[in-house]
């Protein structure tokens, strides 16, 4: 098979002076910021326009059909790249972290985005990022000295047609996955808020519980953070349900002069801090740890009165609820406290009951997280088929591949 430089047939970062020839000052362009720019998708669409005098000396020009790649940290890296579509008076303008590649007559877009998309690219380009931390990039002699297999237009356009098909069989198998996700995880809420209308009387978790936080051990000490044999958790070590392995550690001795205690197995653990996802997340506690102030440890006074399962499943379907209570909309930097926690209301059913709840919920969850491995295994599978079709696609050993998934 013939191979080129991709920098033979390829013209790198088009001129500006193309559309200051072409187009007016005032006539609208598309205007396409890095957020603009997606990872998975082929198609490159600008989500506004601006008058080409308000861009043109600032950021970066493109035109119709060609290939857009991020060259910045994380953003390479995360395979931020797509093929400019639909542009205002087929003219575009964007970050200036852009590199622009136009094909030339002997090579498709589309057979040079796909090459690009192959897992070398990208980690051999990740080894030679050079600048400082936070704003590496990729050198641009880095890309024009890639060596690209060079089939016939013919061929090209077969390899293309293959894989537009198999991904876009890929992509409806993902969709599938996760609206499955999505619809068991909503009968999971529903069965839950089924159950618990069962009780009438509600107490606050101040009145039936203990609630205890953890101090501030230094990261800096072996002891502290290293050495230890107890868990140290902290916000970013809870996740709906679970509590994974976690980096520190802490000594008996170090947790004596840190102002901490070992939490009771069994507690319901909240986080109470963090922007993203993790502010309100909820987990059982089934080993034996202890946490910084980022936590809070919740206990039943009289295991005979509320259940800990009981109290776990309440508030774990409660996310959004304790995500709200701080009074923002969840996004802001503000966190939860025991004051507010202390306030919370949940039902109190008869133990009996409880018992009955909680074993239902249990199934329920199980099978939930049975089927949410299955769809990680088979989520994981696509993604290998996507990285095996396109090794194959570009193969020296072979003029066209076999799809077989």
């Given at each position: ?297 919740i206990s039943p006074i009289n295991i005979e009165e509320l259940m800990p399962e009981f109290l776990f499943y309440n508030l774990k379907m409660r996310y959004q609820e304790l995500r709200r209570m701080t009074g923002d909309d969840g996004n802001d930097r503000r966190g939860l406290n025991m004051a507010l926690i202390r306030e919370i209301e949940i039902p109190l059913p008869p133990l009996a009951n409880q018992i009955e709840i909680v074993k239902n919920l249990k199934l329920v969850d199980e099978s939930f997280q049975e089927l949410k491995t299955q769809i990680e295994l088979k989520e994981a599978k696509v993604k290998d088929l996507r990285k095996s079709l396109l090794s194959k696609s570009f193969s ?10």
């Amino acid at each position: 098979m013939k191979f080129a430089l991709l920098r033979d047939v390829c013209f790198f970062n088009p001129p500006k002076s193309e559309v200051r020839e072409n187009l007016e000052a005032d006539a609208l362009v598309s205007f396409m910021p890095m957020q603009d720019l997606g990872i998975e998708s082929i198609n490159a669409e600008a989500g506004s326009s601006k008058p080409l005098s308000e861009v043109v000396k600032a950021y970066t020009y493109f035109a119709e059909n060609d290939i857009l790649i991020a060259k910045i940290t994380p953003c390479f890296e995360n395979g931020k790249m797509g093929i400019a579509r639909n542009l205002v008076n087929g003219v575009g303008f964007g970050s200036s972290e852009y590199f622009v590649l136009r094909p030339a007559d002997n090579v498709l877009s589309e057979y040079i985005y796909y090459f690009l998309r192959q897992d070398f690219v990208i980690e051999n380009g990740r080894g030679i990022m050079t600048g400082a931390v936070g704003h590496r990039r990729v050198p641009a002699d880095y890309l024009e000295n890639l060596q690209i297999p060079l089939p016939t237009i013919e061929k090209q356009r077969e390899i293309i047609e293959k894989l537009q098909s198999a991904f876009t069989e890929l992509d409806l198998l993902q969709e599938n996955f996760l609206n499955l996700r999505n619809k068991y995880d909503e009968l999971l809420q529903s069965f839950q808020f089924n159950s618990y209308q069962r009780s009438e009387t509600r107490v606050k978790i101040g009145a039936v519980c203990k609630l205890m936080t953890g101090g501030t051990p230094s990261r800096t000490r072996d002891d502290f953070f290293r050495n230890g044999t107890v868990k140290w958790l902290v916000s970013g070590d809870i996740h709906q349900g679970e509590i994974f392995d976690c980096e520190g550690r802490i000594t008996t001795e170090a947790m004596r002069s840190s102002n901490t205690k070992i939490l009771p197995i069994n507690s319901v653990m909240i986080a109470l801090n963090g922007q993203g996802k993790t502010r309100g997340t909820v987990a059982l506690l089934k080993t034996e740890a202890t946490c910084n102030q980022s936590l809070v440890s919740i206990s039943p006074i009289n295991i005979e009165e509320l259940m800990p399962e009981f109290l776990f499943y309440n508030l774990k379907m409660r996310y959004q609820e304790l995500r709200r209570m701080t009074g923002d909309d969840g996004n802001d930097r503000r966190g939860l406290n025991m004051a507010l926690i202390r306030e919370i209301e949940i039902p109190l059913p008869p133990l009996a009951n409880q018992i009955e709840i909680v074993k239902n919920l249990k199934l329920v969850d199980e099978s939930f997280q049975e089927l949410k491995t299955q769809i990680e295994l088979k989520e994981a599978k696509v993604k290998d088929l996507r990285k095996s079709l396109l090794s194959k696609s570009f193969s020296d050993t072979r003029e066209l591949f076999d799809v077989t998934y």
